[in-house]
């Protein structure tokens, strides 16, 4: 069974020439051990007393052929190094830019750790089939007929048994290759499962900790452990069994053609150079096939780990790329949702024949009790999620015939959690454009009074792993420097103070605030008293607007707004008379 697989052909296509230089280079190296070899076994009849050798002309053969050998070992090792370079960097594009063409898509249809699994070790268990596998399947059709003609002349019966069973030993190895990809396919799929647990349960350590489950999680952790072990040990054990078979054929066809050749020798029907010539390129006979078995063991590897990498790139966005984009002028309709339906199952809706209105240049609340729907209208603001029915425009324009890079600079996001990535402050707004000025940073900075963090180190400031240094409201702060620094006229606050202290809660609010002068708004917050200043508020009930308007209207409606306007009043001032 030879691993042939189209998919991996196809995504070949772009290092077959390094995949036919190795083969090249191997070719020659071959060849010019068949020189050595030869040069020496006339040597050796120079001296036995066969005439018609001149010995010092042999030897600077044998030393030149060295010498363009261990170049081609080198050039050998160069060329695999090229090949699986423009492999990696080729498919950690590709998978990079499936997940930005996915968005929220690929944690829903395949989740991170998936993602991580195929785009690492995957791809480092693909890179040994197009370096190693692919180049050695060419060579071994090519080398043993060149040996195969250069053993016939002095003995075809032995070179003969040893074609014969060098074509035969890999369809006998077939057997348990078949064995091994199915095994190998249960192998990735159980270390699938264990990397993600060990993934999440890194995530989850604080979490597991304060229930005491860390324990009980450490020994599911072992145990999965262990399954991963046994399926590795039931893979080598299948692996020993085909190694044994494949040596026994090896091993038995070169004893048979040194019994031959020795025989021809005694009887006098080949002179000694002739025999040790052809014994020894009959002991290199089955190197070919003997490396094409061994990189098969890694290539099958490669091979069930590609079954991950393209069930992950043949995803399909649930929305179809557009390039459209948004027409110059002050459109004063900004965002619009019409009878907007959504539904995360296909049978119950989670936001229902919801419409609303965000003029530009406006302040709109979205309010409600948790689960009411608010961050899922937020995901479908972002286009994170297409609607089930209705639909949302941006100043007119669908949102599904506009350009996700379009979206992205026109409506900005500051989540309930702002991720900060490792390195300084800099780092962290670069991100949103690289030729920002300092000047221009620091001023964003100053905005959301953010100066005590930037001390003697500046732009320069580390913010730890993950932003470990920092505080949760720092952490927000950031995130809202980021949407400054974006420019975008439309900035959706996701419950942006959640997690934050008291102090830069109110930091944020004022910055919230004074935005509200020059950007259009919407503003997801569980602080009612925050949002009374806003043009428009809208309170969510069951996935539907239950009311609407301006907060002096709401509170004299005395619904759902007003009730939980009280609700809140008592906390907050039972709160302060406990502190």
Same mark, same amino acid.
């Given at each position: 069974?030879?691993?042939?697989?189209?998919?991996?052909?196809?995504?070949?296509?772009?290092?077959?020439?390094?995949?036919?230089?190795?083969?090249?280079?191997?070719?020659?190296?071959?060849?010019?051990?068949?020189v050595i070899i030869s040069a020496i076994s006339k040597l050796i009849g120079?001296?036995?007393?066969?005439?018609?050798?001149?010995?010092?002309?042999?030897?600077?053969?044998?030393?030149?052929?060295?010498?363009?050998?261990?170049?081609?070992?080198?050039?050998?090792?160069?060329?695999?190094?090229?090949?699986?370079?423009?492999?990696?960097?080729?498919?950690?594009?590709?998978?990079?830019?499936?997940?930005l063409d996915l968005e929220m898509d690929y944690l829903v249809k395949m989740g991170t750790s998936r993602a991580v699994t195929a785009s690492i070790d995957g791809i480092e268990a693909l890179e040994k089939y197009f370096s190693e596998y692919l180049p050695d399947l060419i060579?071994?059709?090519?080398?043993?007929?060149?040996?195969?003609?250069?053993?016939y002349p002095y003995s075809g019966y032995a070179a003969c048994v040893l074609l014969v069973l060098s074509v035969t030993v890999i369809p006998a190895n077939a057997v348990f290759k078949k064995l091994m990809a199915l095994l190998r396919k249960d192998y990735w799929d159980t270390f699938d499962k264990l990397n993600e647990y060990f993934l999440e349960s890194l995530e989850g350590m604080t979490t597991l900790k304060l229930m005491n489950r860390d324990?009980?999680?450490?020994?599911?952790?072992?145990?999965?452990?262990?399954?991963?072990?046994?399926?590795?040990?039931?893979?080598?054990?299948?692996?020993?069994?085909?190694?044994?078979?494949?040596?026994?054929?090896?091993?038995g066809g070169i004893l048979w053609s040194t019994f031959i050749i020795i025989g021809q020798c005694a009887k006098g029907a080949i002179v000694l150079s002739s025999a040790f010539y052809a014994l020894m390129l009959a002991f290199t006979f089955f190197r070919?096939?003997?490396?094409?078995?061994?990189?098969?063991?890694?290539?099958?590897?490669?091979?069930?780990?590609?079954?991950?990498?393209?069930?992950?790139?043949?995803?399909?966005?649930?929305?179809?790329?557009?390039?459209?984009?948004?027409?110059?002028?002050?459109?004063?309709?900004?965002?619009?949702?019409?009878?907007?339906?959504?539904?995360?199952?296909?049978?119950?809706?989670?936001?229902?024949?919801?419409?609303?209105?965000v003029p530009k240049g406006n302040t709109v609340a979205l309010v409600g009790p948790s689960g009411c729907g608010k961050s899922t209208l937020v995901n479908l603001v972002m286009h994170f999620n297409d609607v089930s029915s209705g639909r949302i425009t941006l100043e007119g324009k669908d949102l599904r015939s506009i350009s996700q890079e379009e979206l992205r600079k026109r409506i900005s996001l500051v989540p309930q959690s702002t991720y900060i990535f490792?390195?300084?402050?800099?780092?962290?707004?670069?991100?949103?454009?690289?030729?920002?000025?300092?000047?221009?940073?620091?001023?964003? /900075?100053?905005? &959301?009074?953010?100066? +005590?963090? $930037?001390?003697?180190?500046?732009?320069?400031?580390?913010?730890?792993? %993950?932003?470990?240094?920092?505080s949760g409201g720092q952490k927000q702060k950031i995130g809202i420097a980021r949407a400054l620094l974006s420019d975008a006229d439309y900035i959706v606050f996701d419950e942006a103070?959640?997690?934050?202290?008291?102090?830069?809660?109110?930091?944020?609010?004022?910055?919230?605030?004074?935005?509200?002068?020059?950007?259009?708004?919407?503003?997801?917050?569980?602080? /009612?008293?925050? &949002?009374?200043?806003? +043009?428009? $508020?809208?309170?969510?009930?069951?996935?539907?607007?239950?009311?609407? %308007?301006?907060h002096d209207k709401l509170i004299s409606l005395d619904g759902i707004y007003a009730q939980l306007v009280r609700e809140q009043s008592v906390l907050e001032n039972y709160g302060r008379r406990t502190v």
């Amino acid at each position: 069974m030879l691993l042939i697989n189209k998919q991996l052909l196809r995504l070949a296509k772009h290092s077959w020439g390094w995949i036919i230089a190795i083969v090249i280079t191997k070719l020659v190296v071959m060849l010019s051990f068949m020189v050595i070899i030869s040069a020496i076994s006339k040597l050796i009849g120079s001296f036995s007393g066969e005439a018609g050798f001149d010995f010092s002309s042999q030897i600077v053969i044998a030393m030149i052929s060295s010498v363009i050998g261990l170049a081609g070992n080198l050039i050998l090792g160069e060329v695999k190094y090229r090949c699986t370079a423009n492999i990696r960097i080729r498919l950690r594009h590709d998978i990079y830019q499936k997940m930005l063409d996915l968005e929220m898509d690929y944690l829903v249809k395949m989740g991170t750790s998936r993602a991580v699994t195929a785009s690492i070790d995957g791809i480092e268990a693909l890179e040994k089939y197009f370096s190693e596998y692919l180049p050695d399947l060419i060579y071994c059709f090519i080398a043993p007929f060149i040996l195969f003609f250069r053993i016939y002349p002095y003995s075809g019966y032995a070179a003969c048994v040893l074609l014969v069973l060098s074509v035969t030993v890999i369809p006998a190895n077939a057997v348990f290759k078949k064995l091994m990809a199915l095994l190998r396919k249960d192998y990735w799929d159980t270390f699938d499962k264990l990397n993600e647990y060990f993934l999440e349960s890194l995530e989850g350590m604080t979490t597991l900790k304060l229930m005491n489950r860390d324990e009980d999680r450490a020994e599911t952790l072992r145990t999965r452990s262990f399954n991963y072990y046994y399926m590795i040990v039931k893979t080598m054990r299948v692996s020993f069994y085909s190694t044994l078979l494949t040596q026994a054929f090896i091993y038995g066809g070169i004893l048979w053609s040194t019994f031959i050749i020795i025989g021809q020798c005694a009887k006098g029907a080949i002179v000694l150079s002739s025999a040790f010539y052809a014994l020894m390129l009959a002991f290199t006979f089955f190197r070919p096939v003997q490396d094409l078995i061994n990189t098969g063991h890694t290539a099958l590897n490669g091979v069930a780990a590609a079954g991950n990498i393209f069930s992950f790139l043949d995803l399909v966005p649930a929305r179809a790329p557009v390039d459209g984009s948004l027409p110059e002028g002050d459109n004063k309709d900004g965002i619009s949702l019409e009878n907007v339906v959504f539904s995360y199952d296909g049978e119950r809706n989670a936001i229902d024949g919801v419409t609303i209105k965000v003029p530009k240049g406006n302040t709109v609340a979205l309010v409600g009790p948790s689960g009411c729907g608010k961050s899922t209208l937020v995901n479908l603001v972002m286009h994170f999620n297409d609607v089930s029915s209705g639909r949302i425009t941006l100043e007119g324009k669908d949102l599904r015939s506009i350009s996700q890079e379009e979206l992205r600079k026109r409506i900005s996001l500051v989540p309930q959690s702002t991720y900060i990535f490792s390195g300084t402050v800099e780092d962290n707004l670069r991100i949103v454009d690289a030729g920002v000025s300092n000047e221009r940073m620091m001023e964003v /900075l100053r905005d &959301v009074h953010l100066e +005590d963090l $930037i001390g003697k180190d500046g732009l320069a400031t580390d913010v730890g792993e %993950g932003g470990s240094k920092l505080s949760g409201g720092q952490k927000q702060k950031i995130g809202i420097a980021r949407a400054l620094l974006s420019d975008a006229d439309y900035i959706v606050f996701d419950e942006a103070t959640s997690n934050v202290d008291a102090a830069s809660e109110e930091d944020i609010w004022n910055c919230i605030h004074a935005l509200s002068n020059t950007k259009t708004l919407l503003i997801i917050s569980h602080r /009612l008293s925050t &949002v009374r200043n806003a +043009d428009m $508020i809208y309170v969510m009930s069951h996935g539907k607007v239950a009311e609407s %308007g301006d907060h002096d209207k709401l509170i004299s409606l005395d619904g759902i707004y007003a009730q939980l306007v009280r609700e809140q009043s008592v906390l907050e001032n039972y709160g302060r008379r406990t502190v």
